[in-house]
Each structure stands twice: as structure tokens, then as C-alpha cells.
């Protein structure tokens, strides 16, 4: 399967994965994945839309060609993608996606990025500690999720492989680092809430009609 996206084979390749639901994409995964481009000098980050989160419910969420296309809107093409590829692997467990990646892309270092809240979240994934032993782990702050996670059971469980952000791509075996970022505000679920809030007022603006018109007669 080839790569999406054209390489030089002059060293090992650093791929950021950002792995989401992206229903829908928005600023905050656009922040997160150039942040962690910037900070860890990756060569790409791949937006990797999942097939569905084994954690999130079915109902509510978007088709996957829909949150693929909503994913490749926010990156530049270039120096970051949006990727379907979990799906074409078959995938949708991240560790599992992982040793597939490693297997298909041989010549290139992975690392997993997360937002805060995900790191909290962590140890309800399926053989996480799996991961986190084999891949390096970028962790962006999140509003209301960044104390929590430091302070949550991954971060514990994982203390003694924290890294400072510049040490996580040094060191040949895998670790996790805070990246420092400015908090970004966007989330999906407030989205989704706004576009309901939006797609009901034309309804209830009409349903209320009658009334205003009854009010103006009397
Ligand atoms: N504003 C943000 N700051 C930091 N990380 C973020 C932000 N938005 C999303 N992420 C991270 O990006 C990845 C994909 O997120 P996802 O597609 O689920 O968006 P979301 O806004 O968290 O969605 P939802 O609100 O539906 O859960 C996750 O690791 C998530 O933590
Ligand atoms: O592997 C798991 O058990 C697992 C459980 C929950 C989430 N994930 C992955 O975490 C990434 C972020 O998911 P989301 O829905 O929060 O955007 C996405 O790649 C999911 O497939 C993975």
C-alpha cells in the first residue's frame, strides 16, 4: 500500500498519527496536529479518521466519507493529511492500527498524538499499555482536561516514561511527552450542539408564528 503522500528516503521518516472521530474536523485538530509538527520537527501529521471509536456511540455520528472529507478540509495537503487508511486496514483499535502501520511502513517512526483528554481516557483502551510501551505518545492540552490527565491513572501508571517534548523522538524506546500549546477551545461536540440549536430555530421560530400573529391581532 503505498504512502500517502510523497517521501525522500534520506532518514527515517517521523509521522505524527492523529487519530479521531472528526464529527466534524475543526480548528482545534488543525492546532493540535501543527503544534505537534513544529514541536516534535515531524516530516507529516496524518489526520487518521476512525472507522468508529470502539468507545463512542454509532448513533449521532456523521458517515465516515463525510468525516473524511470534513478531516481533509482543515489540512493543507501537504504537511498535513487526513488519512482513511484505518478503514482500508480494517481496523479501528489503536494499537492493533499501530502494529499494522509499523508492518506497512517499515522506514518510518510513528508517534501517537492525543488531546489531554484522551491521555485521561486511556486505560479504557484496548491494550494500551501495549501501545504506550511501543509507540511514542504527544500529548496536547485541552481545555478543563489538562490538570485531570496529568493527574489521572495513565499518567501514573506511565510516570516513569515521561519525557521532556524535545527528549520523546531521541530516545530509542517509546515514551510520552506533554507538548506545550496554548489550550484551544474547539471541540466537536460543541459544534454538533450549535448546528442542532441552529437547524431547530427556523422550526421553532415558525411554530411560534401563529401565536405572534394571534398576538398582533388582539
Ligand atoms: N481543542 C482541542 N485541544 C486538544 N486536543 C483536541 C482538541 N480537539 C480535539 N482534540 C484531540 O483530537 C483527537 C480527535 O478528537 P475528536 O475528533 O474526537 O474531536 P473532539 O472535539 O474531541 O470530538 P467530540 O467532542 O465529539 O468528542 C483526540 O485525541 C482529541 O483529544
Ligand atoms: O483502541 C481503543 O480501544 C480506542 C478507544 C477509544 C479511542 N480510540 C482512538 O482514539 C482516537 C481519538 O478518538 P476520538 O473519537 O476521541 O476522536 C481515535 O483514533 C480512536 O480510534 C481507540
Do not use: C
Request: cysteine-free; hydrophobic content about 45%; aromatic content about 6%.
Amino acid at each position: 500500500m503505498a504512502a500517502p503522500g510523497p517521501w525522500g528516503d534520506r532518514r527515517q521518516r517521523r509521522i505524527g498519527l492523529l487519530g479521531g472521530s472528526f464529527n466534524p474536523a475543526h480548528p482545534g485538530h488543525r492546532h493540535v496536529a501543527q503544534r505537534a509538527l513544529h514541536m516534535l520537527r515531524l516530516d507529516q501529521v496524518w489526520l487518521l479518521v476512525s472507522p468508529g471509536n470502539p468507545l463512542k456511540p454509532r448513533a449521532g455520528m456523521a458517515p465516515f466519507a463525510e468525516r473524511l472529507a470534513s478531516a481533509t478540509a482543515i489540512g493543507d495537503g501537504v504537511r498535513v493529511i487526513a488519512t482513511g487508511i484505518e478503514a482500508a486496514i480494517g481496523e479501528r483499535y489503536s494499537a492493533r492500527t499501530l502494529e499494522r502501520l509499523s508492518q506497512l511502513f517499515p522506514r518510518t517512526r510513528f508517534v501517537w498524538i492525543i488531546g489531554a483528554d484522551n491521555l485521561w481516557q486511556l486505560p479504557r483502551w484496548r491494550q494500551w499499555r501495549d501501545l504506550a510501551r511501543r509507540t511514542p505518545i504527544a500529548v496536547l492540552p485541552r481545555p478543563g482536561w489538562t490538570r485531570k490527565a496529568l493527574q489521572g491513572a495513565a499518567a501514573a501508571t506511565l510516570r516513569r516514561a515521561r519525557r521532556a517534548p524535545a527528549a520523546l523522538l531521541q530516545a530509542p524506546d517509546a515514551g510520552w511527552a506533554l507538548i506545550p500549546a496554548r489550550e484551544h477551545p474547539a471541540s466537536a461536540t460543541a459544534l454538533r450542539r450549535a448546528a442542532a440549536r441552529r437547524a431547530e430555530t427556523p422550526a421553532a421560530a415558525e411554530a411560534a408564528e401563529p401565536l405572534f400573529v394571534a398576538g398582533m391581532r388582539r
